[in-house]
């Protein structure tokens, strides 16, 4: 069977020839204008055929994008609670470090982050464009040098657990 282009085609020589001929409708010409109908139309519902199952695929692929991103949120929250769950209680019972056989784990300062209780009261030298966001950094680095921010303090007490 053809395919669209080539019954486009075929459908644009047979109305040339009809209007060759003054808009006269033969027998052959007629005979061609059904069989062309025909394949146009056997090849329109083979499209929408593969078109349903495409979009079905597709919404497939849509549903399993969204258990995939649930099991990785499920995933990721079980990471976050371990690693506190460790950590905290590395913490209480005072251990820096535990060394195995196969991984080692150790409680390790954090550094500084810079904590921002007021955007509004932190001087514009320190605000960033497209659109105004706060340098964190910089803050942090002149916090670091003893220079007083308003709207912002220097945290020291954060700990994070390292896995190797």
């Known amino acids: 069977m053809a395919n669209i282009f080539q019954i486009n085609q075929e459908y644009l020589q047979i109305a040339q020839q009809l209007e060759d ?28 055929l593969v ?40 913490l209480l ?3 820096d470090s535990i060394k195995g056989d196969l991984i080692n784990l150790s409680i390790r300062k954090s550094p500084a982050s810079v904590i921002i209780a007021n955007e509004d009261l932190i001087p514009n030298q320190y605000k960033l464009e497209q659109p105004k966001k706060i340098d964190k950094k ?3 680095d002149d916090l670091k040098k003893g220079f007083k921010i308003k709207g912002a303090t220097l945290k020291t007490d954060g700990k994070s657990l390292t896995i190797k």
């Open 138 to 140: 910089l803050i942090g």
């Open 21 to 48: 001929n003054g808009g006269e409708v033969t027998e052959e010409l007629e005979s061609q204008l059904v069989f062309n109908r025909e394949q146009m139309e056997t090849k329109g519902i083979n499209y929408a």
């Open 51 to 90: 078109i349903r199952q495409i979009d079905g695929e597709s919404e497939i692929l849509d549903r399993e994008i969204k258990r995939l991103q649930a099991l990785k949120k499920a995933k990721d929250n079980t990471l976050d609670r371990l690693k506190t769950t460790i950590k905290d209680a590395m």
């Open 93 to 95: 019972h005072g251990i």
